[in-house]
């Protein structure tokens, strides 16, 4: 009752269709089934390996369950691309531009958290708030190392603090994605004994409103 997030006595009648279930999303989302399953094998990971462990699979579990549609931004970068006339100049900004319609990381993590979150009545501005600074703190790493005025342990602090409520929402979505009813993700995110860790992290982060005395 204190460690597993569901018991067997609740999923008994469905357990073979979620197995199977299972299997197909290992099959069709690949490093986004195991790039958490990697954080949750009992190994020490410094901390900004794991909250960078979760965010890329977050990220390819956006990418393989929400593909991109096309967009205005597309056919707008598409009519610009037509309008080149010197063959080098329009391969050079194809090259240039090749990405520039995709989402941000900021929005493929909004648009994943939310998908969970709302209807579970989760304010969408602090999903948005918490979706933005995953994204920052895993730009700050990747691309500068920490943060440029050198105050690396305020850095790994914050890490550590989103780590805990990314590797909760990870599991959520998940079990989201198997078919778990949202009755229980909902018992899940607000009242269950073996999520309490992972609701004080949300409330410390400002995910979720402080708990009532």
Known sequence: MHDLFTLFDHIELQFGALYQRFVKMRRDLGPGIYL????????TFYVEHR?????????????????????ALDKKIERILNDIQLAKDKRWLSGRLAYAAEPSLEE??????????????VEKNATREFAKRCADVRNLISHF?????ADSESLTMEAQALSEVLGFIYHLLLLQELGIE??????LLYESHATFRGRHWCRQIGLLPPEKA
């Open 51 to 71: 909250f960078a462990s979760l965010v890329w699979g977050l990220e390819a579990l956006h990418r393989r369950s929400k593909p991109s549609q096309i967009t």
């Open 182 to 187: 949202s009755v229980r993700l909902r018992s």
């Open 108 to 121: 493929r993590l909004f648009e994943l958290f939310d998908s969970l979150l709302s209807p579970l009545d």
């Open 145 to 149: 190392g920490g943060r440029r005025d």
């Open 36 to 43: 958490y399953l990697a954080t949750r094998r009992g190994m």
